[in-house]
C-alpha cells in the first residue's frame, strides 16, 4: 500500500543533520511511497551549486520530490512566522496537487503546518518531535523562564501534541515525561519511539588505525550550547595526564577557535590534539581512526527527550562511548550495551573513574562487536525506516 506523504523539514537538506536524519529515511521510504519534501535551506547553503546539485540528483533517482524553501533566522519570532506562512501557502498547494493523505513534521515549526493541514483539510498529522523545544530554548539560555515566547510555544506544543495522530519521541523518558503532562493524562495519545538512526552502509566498522602503544580519543560534532565542552576539555586533560601516550581528535565544521582556546585553558597539551572539519560522507573514516569517543551534553530537562545522532554513528563504527547521565535513554543504552562508560558528576574523580572504564572496554576484544549490535538493534536505518513505514500504513489504514 503507497501512502502520499508530505514531509516538512525546518532542518535543511544541505545541512549534515538533514542528510543523515531526513534524505537517509525518506531516500529508503520512497521505494514503497510517494513523498513529497520541502525543506527549509539556508542561504549560504544554497550557494554550494555542486552539493545541491548532488542531493538533487539523489532524490529524482530515488523518486523523492524536493521543494526547497528559504530559511530565515532573524528576527526571531517574525522569521518563523514568515517560514509559516510561505509553508503553509506552498504545503497546501502541494497537497492539493499530489493528493497527498498524510503530511509527516520534523519538529514545532513545520508541526504547525502539519496541524493547519489536519484542520483545514482533514490529512492524518504525524508530529516527529525531535525533543521538548521551548523546554530546550529555556536550558539553553536562549529564552528567559517564563517570557512570552516560551508560553506562546508551550501553548502550542499543548495543540500539537492533542491534534496529532501520531506523536514520534525520540527517547522513551521523553514518552514518560509527557505522559505526565496534565492534559495528556486521560487521553490515548499514540507514542512511538523512534532514536536518531544510523546509516550502517555509511558508518561500519574499521579498525583503529591507533597502535597497541598508542590511544586516540575522539571528539565529532558541535562544541556549544548543550555540550559541555569546558567539562570535556578537563575531562581530556585527565586522560593526557593518566596515558602519556593519548591524543585528542576532533571533528567539527566551524568552531575550532572555541575549542582550541577552551582545551588551553583546561590545561591540555595542545600538540597531542588534531582538529579536522569533515563532510557527512567523511567522518565515518575519520572515526575509523579512533579508539573510543567523547561528549558531554547538558542534563537538562529538556535533553530527557533527546538522542544524540553522534551516538549511533559512533556505536555503528564499533567504538565504546564515554558520555554522561541525564540525557535521553543514552545511558540505559550504554550500560545495556556494555558499550560505553557514562558518569553522574563532573569532576576529576569522576573523570577518572569513567576513563579507567573506558579504557578497559577499548583493550575487550569484544566490545567493537557489542557496540556494533547495539546499533544494529536500536540505531540503525533500517529500524528506524520499518518503523515509519508501519505508522504510514496504519494511518494510510485509518483513512
Known sequence: MRSRVLYISYTGLLQPLGQSQVLQYLLALATDHDISLITYERPEDLRDKAQVAVLQRQCDEAGLRWTRLRYHKSPSIPASLYDIAVGTMV???????????????????????????????????????????????????????GS???????????????GADVVVSLTRMGVEEMKQFDYLKDRPVRYEVIPTCTNMEVFRPAPAASTADSFTLGYVGSAGVWYMFPETAACI?????????????????????????????????????????????????????????????????????????????????????????????????????????SISAFDDAAYAQALTELLALVKDPEVAARCLQLARDEFSLEAGVRRYDAIYRSLEQSA
Open 91 to 145: 504545503s497546501l498547494w502541494i497537497a492539493a496537487a499530489r493528493r497527498i493523505g498524510i503530511v509527516h513534521t520534523r519538529s514545532y515549526v513545520p508541526g504547525v503546518i502539519g496541524l493547519l493541514h489536519k484542520t483545514l483539510a482533514g490529512r492524518k498529522f504525524i508530529f516527529d518531535m525531535r525533543g521538548f523545544w521551548p523546554d530546550e530554548r529555556v536550558d539553553g539560555g536562549i529564552w528567559p523562564a
Open 237 to 341: 586533560r585527565i586522560l593526557f595526564d593518566m596515558r602519556p601516550d593519548a591524543r585528542l581528535l576532533v571533528i567539527n565544521r566551524s568552531e575550532h577557535d572555541y575549542i582550541r582556546k577552551t582545551l588551553e585553558a583546561a590545561g591540555v597539551d595542545l600538540s597531542r590534539v588534531e582538529m579536522r572539519a569533515a563532510r557527512y560522507d567523511e567522518v565515518a573514516a575519520q572515526i575509523a581512526r579512533m579508539n573510543a569517543a567523547i561528549f558531554f551534553i547538558k542534563p537538562v530537562f529538556s535533553k530527557r527527550a533527546s538522542c544524540p545522532t553522534k551516538l549511533g554513528e559512533l556505536l555503528a563504527c564499533g567504538r565504546p562511548v564515554l558520555t554522561n547521565r541525564g540525557v535521553g535513554d543514552v545511558d540505559v543504552y550504554l550500560a545495556q550495551g556494555r558499550a560505553g562508560a
Open 148 to 162: 512570552p515566547q516560551y508560553r506562546v510555544t508551550k501553548a502550542l506544543e499543548k495543540q500539537l501534541l492533542l
